[in-house]
């Protein structure tokens, strides 16, 4: 089965600094790699996802690329701010027969933005 | 639109006993999945409804069974519950399994003593 790798586990950034955080996936028939977002007490959010047709997508200060050869995908966020702080998520699924996609999910990373 | 939601939000139970969650689709939705997610660990996929039937399960054992609803709506049941069952309990839903954003809900906090 699919196994996806996360890194770091904790990401501490100044207010206004870059983060970037990694995963690695095994499985090259995943093609579509989601990145959630879970705040304290809540489930996780979807806040940007990537198909492996795409290298590279962007959402105002949130992007994520994808490098199919290497198995690996990264969550590029600039100019954090406190309310960034959260637990982070990435995830690879592929369709399971009939449409159906089931995420396998990194073991997250905390992200803690200092004002 | 109404989101996710689940029921109830903790949830204390002793070695041995059975448990059932509950979970609300968002408006719409046809597909629920159920995550276990353990102190620390990203969400473990359990198994997944659509349009009433079991569409696909994850490395769980048997005495983990759900089951969906005309409405939807989802029921995850436990029984003979164990101390490792302590977690998380994630409902997620989509439209159609052929969609692939998922709708997290709250969670269920499940503690097993």
């Known amino acids: 089965g699919e196994n996806v790798e996360q890194h770091p586990s904790t990401l501490s950034v100044q207010e206004g600094d870059s983060a970037v955080i990694k995963c690695t996936y095994s499985?090259?028939?995943?093609?579509?790699f989601p990145w959630y977002k879970q705040e304290l007490g809540k489930g996780p959010q979807l806040i940007i996802d990537?198909?492996?047709?795409?290298g590279e997508k962007k959402d105002q200060r949130i992007a994520v690329t994808l490098n199919k050869t290497a198995k690996h995908f990264s969550l590029h966020i600039t100019e954090t701010q406190p309310e960034d702080s959260a637990v982070y998520f990435c995830?690879?699924?592929?369709?399971?027969?009939?449409?159906?996609?089931?995420?396998?999910f990194g073991r997250g990373t905390s992200l803690i933005v200092h004002p | 639109e109404t989101g996710v939601t689940q029921s109830p939000t903790h949830l204390i139970k002793t070695r041995g006993q059975q448990v059932t969650l509950r979970c609300s689709s968002q408006s719409g939705h046809n597909t629920v999945s159920w995550y276990q997610q353990a102190l620390g660990q990203g969400p473990q996929f359990i198994f997944q409804?659509?349009?009433?039937?079991?569409?696909g399960r994850g490395n769980f054992p048997p005495r983990f069974s759900g089951l969906q609803f005309p409405n939807y709506s989802s029921e995850l049941n436990v029984n003979a519950l164990e101390l490792d069952d302590s977690a998380l309990y994630l409902c997620?839903?989509?439209?159609?399994?052929?969609?692939?954003?998922?709708?997290f809900g709250p969670g269920t906090r499940l503690t097993v003593l």
């Open positions: 997620a839903s989509s439209l159609d399994e052929g969609r692939r954003e998922q709708f």
């Open positions: 499985d090259s028939a995943s093609n579509y």
């Open positions: 995830a690879a699924s592929r369709d399971q027969g009939g449409g159906s996609y089931i995420p396998t």
């Open positions: 409804y659509y349009r009433e039937e079991e569409n």
């Open positions: 990537i198909r492996s047709n795409v």
